[in-house]
């Protein structure tokens, strides 16, 4: 996998394949690593843009670029009529684990370091395409976001994410739901219907 000193690295690294397809994307990382397999399915977007720091596909729950302790997140966007571009989706941080929220602070929690530095991919997704037509999909750039530059937002947040902690602790997590926080929000997730922190 390839080494960053900083997140200015990354950030320049990714940004010289500004304009280009996913496809396109896919190819040269795939001629830089051979041997790192992509599977197809919803997640192939986030896996083409790990392969191309050599970043095999991976469950691993700590950050992306650990010396860094940056995460890498997708983020689809998508014009509808004269809007401007727009998200086409929330971006999920993580599944909660109700057995070890209890016991931590905001400062220890899981979902903080989740989201302490995050670099989304921004990407559009055309109405109407679906995961076979990543030629279509166009990459725009890298977006980085520290929570620690972001006072207001890091309060908001950490106030929902305690929200979410107590209703656990209470035994209600049952009424947990989107509407719960702001930034922070639990949603339902898959066929199992396994809760998310979004």
Request: zero cysteines; charged letters at 25%.
């Amino acid at each position: 996998m390839q080494n960053f000193d900083n997140i200015n690295e990354v950030i320049k690294h990714y940004n010289t394949l500004k304009g280009k397809n996913l496809l396109e994307i896919k190819d040269i990382s795939k001629k830089m690593y051979p041997e790192i397999n992509l599977t197809p399915n919803k997640g192939i977007v986030g896996q083409i843009f790990e392969a191309y720091i050599g970043r095999k596909p991976n469950s691993n729950p700590n950050p992306d670029i650990e010396n860094l302790n940056v995460e890498l997140k997708v983020m689809p966007i998508r014009k509808i009529g004269m809007q401007p571009s727009q998200p086409k989706e929330r971006s999920k941080i993580k599944s909660i684990n109700y057995k070890t929220i209890i016991n931590e602070t905001w400062q220890t929690s899981d979902v903080k370091k989740k989201i302490d530095n995050i670099i989304f991919f921004v990407y559009e997704h055309p109405t109407g395409s679906t995961y076979d037509d990543i030629n279509k999909f166009i990459f725009r750039g890298v977006l980085h976001y520290n929570l620690n530059s972001l006072a207001q937002d890091s309060i908001q947040i950490e106030n929902d994410w305690s929200i979410i902690k107590e209703k656990v602790q209470n035994e209600i997590a049952h009424e947990l739901s989107e509407s719960n926080g702001k930034f922070l929000g639990a949603s339902t997730s898959g066929t199992g219907k396994m809760v998310k922190i979004w």
